[in-house]
Protein backbone atom coordinates (compact mmCIF):
# COMPACT_ATOMS: atom_id res chain seq x y z
CA UNK A 1 0.00 0.00 0.00
CA UNK A 2 2.97 2.28 0.62
CA UNK A 3 3.88 2.02 -2.84
CA UNK A 4 0.59 3.85 -4.08
CA UNK A 5 1.70 6.96 -2.55
CA UNK A 6 4.85 6.36 -3.85
CA UNK A 7 4.23 5.75 -7.37
CA UNK A 8 2.25 9.84 -7.32
CA UNK A 9 5.72 11.30 -5.09
CA UNK A 10 7.79 9.48 -7.66
CA UNK A 11 5.78 11.36 -10.08
CA UNK A 12 6.53 14.76 -8.52
CA UNK A 13 9.85 14.05 -8.85
CA UNK A 14 10.24 13.32 -12.53
CA UNK A 15 8.40 16.38 -13.10
CA UNK A 16 10.86 18.36 -11.12
CA UNK A 17 13.89 16.81 -12.79
CA UNK A 18 11.87 17.46 -16.34
CA UNK A 19 11.10 20.77 -15.07
CA UNK A 20 14.65 22.31 -14.62
CA UNK A 21 15.90 20.89 -18.08
CA UNK A 22 12.89 22.06 -19.65
CA UNK A 23 13.60 25.15 -21.78
CA UNK A 24 10.12 26.58 -22.85
CA UNK A 25 8.56 28.70 -20.06
CA UNK A 26 4.92 27.24 -20.44
CA UNK A 27 5.78 23.52 -20.19
CA UNK A 28 7.57 24.53 -16.95
CA UNK A 29 4.46 26.25 -15.54
CA UNK A 30 2.40 23.19 -16.30
CA UNK A 31 5.15 20.69 -14.63
CA UNK A 32 5.26 23.17 -11.37
CA UNK A 33 1.63 22.77 -11.15
CA UNK A 34 1.31 18.97 -11.32
CA UNK A 35 4.43 18.40 -9.50
CA UNK A 36 2.43 20.34 -6.30
CA UNK A 37 -0.22 18.31 -7.48
CA UNK A 38 1.64 15.19 -6.88
CA UNK A 39 2.64 16.11 -3.42
CA UNK A 40 -0.64 17.00 -2.47
CA UNK A 41 -1.66 13.74 -3.60
CA UNK A 42 1.08 11.84 -2.01
CA UNK A 43 0.09 13.05 1.04
CA UNK A 44 -3.60 12.58 0.35
CA UNK A 45 -3.12 8.76 -0.28
CA UNK A 46 -1.37 8.47 2.40
CA UNK A 47 -4.04 9.40 4.43
CA UNK A 48 -6.71 7.34 2.69
CA UNK A 49 -4.44 4.65 3.95
CA UNK A 50 -5.29 5.21 7.33
CA UNK A 51 -8.65 6.68 6.82
CA UNK A 52 -10.55 3.78 4.39
CA UNK A 53 -9.62 2.62 1.05
CA UNK A 54 -12.04 3.89 -0.77
CA UNK A 55 -10.48 7.82 0.23
CA UNK A 56 -7.40 6.49 -1.01
CA UNK A 57 -8.41 5.03 -4.25
CA UNK A 58 -10.37 8.50 -4.92
CA UNK A 59 -7.32 10.81 -4.05
CA UNK A 60 -5.33 8.74 -6.40
CA UNK A 61 -8.11 8.81 -9.13
CA UNK A 62 -8.28 12.92 -8.74
CA UNK A 63 -4.82 12.78 -8.54
CA UNK A 64 -4.49 10.29 -12.13
CA UNK A 65 -7.12 12.30 -13.95
CA UNK A 66 -5.05 15.78 -13.06
CA UNK A 67 -1.64 14.63 -13.74
CA UNK A 68 -2.78 13.20 -16.94
CA UNK A 69 -4.51 16.26 -18.10
CA UNK A 70 -1.11 18.16 -17.12
CA UNK A 71 1.33 15.55 -18.69
CA UNK A 72 -1.07 15.82 -21.83
CA UNK A 73 -0.83 19.79 -22.00
CA UNK A 74 2.76 19.52 -21.99
CA UNK A 75 3.47 16.93 -24.52
CA UNK A 76 1.00 18.33 -26.70
CA UNK A 77 3.11 21.61 -26.43
CA UNK A 78 6.54 19.94 -27.21
CA UNK A 79 5.46 17.97 -29.75
CA UNK A 80 6.84 20.28 -32.44
CA UNK A 81 9.96 20.87 -30.55
CA UNK A 82 11.09 17.91 -29.32
CA UNK A 83 10.30 14.10 -30.47
CA UNK A 84 9.13 11.15 -28.41
CA UNK A 85 6.21 12.91 -27.01
CA UNK A 86 3.81 10.07 -28.65
CA UNK A 87 4.07 7.92 -25.73
CA UNK A 88 3.52 10.89 -23.36
CA UNK A 89 0.44 12.00 -25.40
CA UNK A 90 -0.83 8.43 -24.97
CA UNK A 91 0.45 8.25 -21.30
CA UNK A 92 -1.30 11.42 -20.46
CA UNK A 93 -4.79 10.54 -21.94
CA UNK A 94 -4.58 7.43 -20.50
CA UNK A 95 -3.99 9.10 -17.41
CA UNK A 96 -7.02 10.98 -17.30
CA UNK A 97 -9.16 8.09 -18.45
CA UNK A 98 -7.67 5.80 -16.13
CA UNK A 99 -8.47 8.34 -13.30
CA UNK A 100 -12.49 8.78 -13.92
CA UNK A 101 -12.47 4.87 -13.68
CA UNK A 102 -10.42 4.82 -10.16
CA UNK A 103 -12.95 7.64 -9.39
CA UNK A 104 -15.90 5.35 -10.09
CA UNK A 105 -14.36 2.62 -8.55
CA UNK A 106 -13.62 4.56 -4.94
CA UNK A 107 -17.37 5.11 -4.94
CA UNK A 108 -17.92 0.87 -5.28
CA UNK A 109 -19.33 -1.28 -2.10
CA UNK A 110 -15.59 -2.16 -1.88
CA UNK A 111 -12.89 -0.16 -3.42
CA UNK A 112 -9.41 -1.98 -3.44
CA UNK A 113 -5.98 -1.31 -5.27
CA UNK A 114 -6.32 -3.95 -7.61
CA UNK A 115 -7.56 -2.15 -10.14
CA UNK A 116 -4.55 0.59 -9.77
CA UNK A 117 -1.50 -2.41 -10.95
CA UNK A 118 -2.45 -2.66 -14.70
CA UNK A 119 -2.31 1.63 -14.76
CA UNK A 120 1.11 1.33 -12.74
CA UNK A 121 2.24 -0.89 -15.10
CA UNK A 122 1.39 0.71 -18.01
CA UNK A 123 2.82 4.00 -16.64
CA UNK A 124 6.17 2.64 -16.16
CA UNK A 125 5.97 1.29 -19.50
CA UNK A 126 5.31 4.24 -21.14
CA UNK A 127 7.67 6.26 -18.64
CA UNK A 128 10.30 3.75 -19.95
CA UNK A 129 9.48 4.32 -24.07
CA UNK A 130 9.74 7.64 -23.92
CA UNK A 131 12.63 7.93 -22.09
CA UNK A 132 14.41 5.65 -24.94
CA UNK A 133 12.56 7.49 -27.31
CA UNK A 134 14.13 10.77 -26.33
CA UNK A 135 17.66 9.44 -25.80
CA UNK A 136 17.64 7.71 -29.15
CA UNK A 137 16.54 11.24 -30.81
CA UNK A 138 18.68 13.58 -28.54
CA UNK A 139 21.45 15.67 -30.45
CA UNK A 140 24.85 15.82 -30.22
CA UNK A 141 25.27 18.17 -26.64
CA UNK A 142 22.06 18.03 -25.50
CA UNK A 143 20.41 16.19 -22.89
CA UNK A 144 17.00 14.09 -23.34
CA UNK A 145 14.47 17.11 -23.41
CA UNK A 146 16.40 18.98 -25.93
CA UNK A 147 18.82 21.67 -23.04
CA UNK A 148 22.67 22.49 -24.02
CA UNK A 149 24.71 20.09 -21.73
CA UNK A 150 26.51 22.27 -19.13
CA UNK A 151 24.09 25.08 -19.11
CA UNK A 152 21.90 26.18 -16.30
CA UNK A 153 19.20 24.29 -15.29
CA UNK A 154 17.41 25.90 -12.54
CA UNK A 155 14.05 26.73 -13.73
Same mark, same amino acid.
Given at each position: ??????????? *??A? =???M?? #??? %?????W?? /??A????M?A?GV????????A????V???W?L??GL?????AVG?R?????? *?FM? =????Q? #??? %???????? /????????????????G??Y??L??????RW????Q???????????TA
Open positions: MLLLSGYVAWD *ACN =LIDRR #AQD %GQSVRQR /LNGLSVALAAGLVLGMLAVGFGAAGSLQLTVRRTSKGQ *AI =LSGAS #ALA %GLFFIAVA /LTPRPGIAQIAPYAAFGLFLAAGMLVRQPGDSVGATLGSDM
